[in-house]
């Protein structure tokens, strides 16, 4: 490779680290949801009940319904209605409340420092 192309590639990097270190950061995976959420679940595997099982985003539809999963090998679902209201008949804790709710109680997260 010429001198040049590295020269070029250098500099190609350095302006795509300074761009991205001055853009905001991201609010959430998906806007207005929490990237994870932390519900008891009354017994997903007939053995025994998870008090804190955590659910994380895998899919979002353009009518505003958000799917979130846990990484179990037999996974729980729970979903994030339009109107931000969780949805999942097997949750002891969350079915049926509002987001706003679980995050005030901490069960609601984002990763991002710029979401409330």
Partial sequence: MSETLKRCGLYLTAFCAITLAWLPARAALVADRPDAIICSVKDPTGVLPWDELVFYISAHTKTGRTL???LTSD???LIVDADNVVNGENLANCDG???KDLRDEGRAVNWSKTTP
């Fill in 75 to 77: 996974p729980v679902v």
């Fill in 97 to 99: 409340r509002p987001v």
């Fill in 68 to 70: 979130y999963k846990t």
